[in-house]
C-alpha cells in the first residue's frame, strides 16, 4: 500500500506559477511511475504529466511548454511546476503512483486560476 500526499495547490491569477509536491510512503517498489492528473469540474480525470522512476516523462499537449515535471527518488517525491498558468488549468489535481498497472491516488488538492 502506497499512502501519498499532495501539497502546494491554492489560488492564482491567470500568468501566474505554482509547484505541486507529491509524497510517496510506504512500500515502494523500485521502479514505478509518478504523476499528475487533474480533474476539471464536470470533466474527466485527465493526465498532466508523469515521470518513472528512471526518468522518461510523458506530458498533456495542454501543459507541456509551460510545465516540468520532477523526482526525488530519496525522497519518494514527486514535484510539478506549472508556469503561465490558465484559467483552464483549474481543477483539482491528484498524484498518482504505479507500479504494473497497480495505482494508487492522492486525496487531490485544488488548483483555481483566476483571469
Known amino acids: 500500500q502506497v499512502h501519498l500526499v499532495e501539497s502546494g495547490g491554492g489560488s492564482v491569477q491567470a500568468g501566474g506559477s505554482l509547484r505541486l509536491s507529491c509524497e510517496a510512503s510506504g512500500i515502494i517498489f523500485s521502479f514505478n511511475v509518478m504523476g499528475w492528473y487533474r480533474q476539471a469540474p464536470g470533466k474527466q480525470r485527465e493526465l498532466v504529466a508523469s515521470?518513472?522512476?528512471?526518468?522518461?516523462?510523458v506530458y498533456a499537449d495542454s501543459v507541456k511548454i509551460r510545465s516540468t515535471i520532477s523526482r526525488d527518488n530519496a525522497k519518494n517525491t514527486v514535484y510539478l511546476q506549472m508556469n503561465s498558468l490558465k484559467p483552464e488549468d483549474t481543477g483539482v489535481y491528484y498524484c498518482?503512483?504505479?507500479?504494473?498497472?497497480?495505482?494508487?491516488w492522492g486525496k487531490g488538492t485544488l488548483v483555481t486560476v483566476s483571469s
Open positions: 515521470i518513472s522512476s528512471d526518468g522518461n516523462t
Open positions: 498518482n503512483f504505479a507500479h504494473y498497472g497497480v495505482n494508487s
